[in-house]
């Protein structure tokens, strides 16, 4: 249980894409179940579901990088500063 922890630790990103990915599936699953598709429909709808699931994952991590990213105005300092000869 502890590598698991880790591993989601470590991949957080592919973590909440492998969880919204089961969830929107399972969702697909459930609601097409008396649709009537043949195999090969049912396996594009669940590919095309996992792969808008690591879309919408890879659009909400977007934000992530900007908190985490130093703030470059305290960077700056008597660096660029005119030296005043």
Known sequence: MQAIKQWIL???????WIALAVGM?????FEARDVGLLP???????????LVAGACIWIVSWG??????PNTT?????????SGS
């Open 10 to 16: 470590r991949h957080p990103n592919l973590a909440a």
């Open 25 to 29: 599936n399972g969702i697909l699953l």
């Open 40 to 50: 090969m429909q049912w396996f594009w709808l669940i590919l095309i579901t996992t």
């Open 64 to 69: 992530d990088d900007e908190e985490t990213a």
């Open 74 to 82: 305290e960077l700056q300092s008597s660096d660029d500063a005119p």
